[in-house]
């Protein structure tokens, strides 16, 4: 079993920027891939970026492309989300999430953290 631990969301003005952290813990060696998804009030849960744990291969959200960054460091067994230019849609509860050959949905995940965009 992985554990995973968010941190770093808060509330930010429309425009301004976020890093959000996600550190690893328990039986890291299976992790295949690691990624954020995000819940809005009354939307359902949606993927924004992942990176895979070896070659730090990306994908994106099309939403989020060229806004946000996924990456690693494998040595602190930590993934992070910088977002840049954020804007009020952006508003949600980020949830770092790891994949370890067996689908995001029987994965592990955090408990989420809670970003807030105002105009």
């Known amino acids: 079993q992985v554990q995973l631990v968010e941190s770093g969301g808060e509330s930010v003005q429309a425009g301004g920027s976020l890093r959000l952290s996600c550190v690893a813990s328990?039986?890291?060696?299976?992790?295949?891939?690691m990624g954020w998804f995000r819940q809005a009030p009354g939307k359902e849960r949606e993927f924004v970026a992942a990176?895979?744990?070896?070659?730090?291969?990306?994908a994106y959200a099309n939403s989020v492309k060229g806004r946000f960054t996924i990456s690693r460091d494998n040595a602190k067994n930590t993934v992070y989300l910088q977002m840049n230019r954020l804007n009020p849609e952006d508003t949600a509860v980020y949830y770092c999430?790891?994949?370890?050959?067996?689908?995001?949905?029987?994965?592990?995940w955090g408990q989420g953290t809670q970003v807030t965009v105002s105009s």
């Open positions: 999430a790891a994949d370890s050959a067996t689908g995001w949905t029987t994965g592990s």
């Open positions: 328990g039986r890291t060696f299976s992790i295949l891939r």
């Open positions: 990176i895979t744990w070896t070659g730090g291969i990306t």
